[in-house]
């Protein structure tokens, strides 16, 4: 994501979530940076683990973890938010 479209993307989640807050509705974003989907060859699968903190991909389950976790009562103070779901990843680099 660049600069530009995340800060319009996090202006969009603000606004929808004022908007719809009186609704009882809850506006998110997950920046989920790479989910090993199937998508990787073996070169960029080795290079975004070596960047990684955590020493693996994120997977699919991660990704919905969060999710679930947001949808949940426990996640209802949670609005209006960018979050990223990443492991570490740093932000602003893709696997090569």
Same mark, same amino acid.
């Given at each position: 994501?660049?600069?530009?479209?995340?800060?319009?993307?996090?202006?969009?989640?603000?606004?929808?979530?004022?908007? !719809? *807050?009186?609704?009882?509705?809850? @506006? $998110?974003?997950?920046?989920?940076?790479?989910? =090993?989907? #199937?998508?990787?060859?073996?070169?960029?699968?080795?290079?975004?683990?070596?960047?990684?903190?955590?020493?693996? !991909? *994120?997977?699919?389950?991660?990704? @919905? $973890?969060?999710?679930?976790?947001?949808?949940? =009562?426990? #996640?209802?103070?949670?609005?209006?938010?960018?979050?990223?779901?990443?492991?570490?990843?740093?932000?602003?680099? !893709?696997?090569?």
């Amino acid at each position: 994501m660049t600069s530009v479209s995340g800060w319009r993307l996090d202006r969009l989640v603000l606004a929808a979530a004022h908007e !719809l *807050g009186e609704r009882n509705l809850r @506006a $998110n974003v997950i920046n989920p940076g790479p989910i =090993d989907t #199937g998508w990787m060859d073996d070169a960029t699968r080795a290079s975004g683990i070596a960047m990684q903190p955590t020493g693996r !991909l *994120g997977t699919p389950e991660d990704v @919905a $973890n969060l999710v679930r976790f947001l949808l949940s =009562d426990q #996640g209802q103070w949670i609005n209006g938010q960018l979050l990223y779901s990443n492991g570490g990843f740093p932000r602003g680099h !893709l696997p090569r």
